[in-house]
């Protein structure tokens, strides 16, 4: 098992600035009136960002580490909770393993198909 050593807090930086990056785009095209601000989302489009910038995260990390049983479900789930406390969303404090297992399970069976092949077809 490769276990991936990254504090909490270091992880949710990296998700609450990537997920600030996805709310500007929106916002710029127009997803999201302007106006709002991050932290007046509902819980719902808020999960939704915040899904999309840890699934962001992941993708830009090795091959090998993907392929390889590790430990970002439970660091994605770690950060998800804390995101609770920073948006006051009481919802984020049940996010799963589960739910982190399944938002990472897509890009793991995409690089375990990479390496089986050698070769990602376009």
Request: aromatic share 10%; proline share 1%; glycine share 2%.
């Amino acid at each position: 098992m490769i276990e991936i050593k990254i504090s909490t807090s270091a992880a949710v930086l990296l998700i609450t600035e990537r997920m600030r990056f996805k709310f500007g785009l929106r916002k710029k095209i127009g997803k999201i009136e302007t106006g709002f601000e991050i932290e007046n989302l509902n819980y719902k489009t808020l999960l939704n960002i915040a899904e999309t910038a840890a699934f962001d995260l992941v993708l830009l990390l090795p091959a090998d580490i993907l392929t390889e049983n590790n430990n970002l479900d439970d660091i994605i789930c770690r950060s998800m909770r804390t995101l609770a406390d920073i948006y006051n969303k009481e919802e984020f404090k049940y996010y799963t393993k589960e739910k982190a297992r399944k938002l990472m399970s897509s890009i793991t069976s995409l690089f375990k198909k990479i390496s089986d092949k050698n070769y990602l077809y376009n």
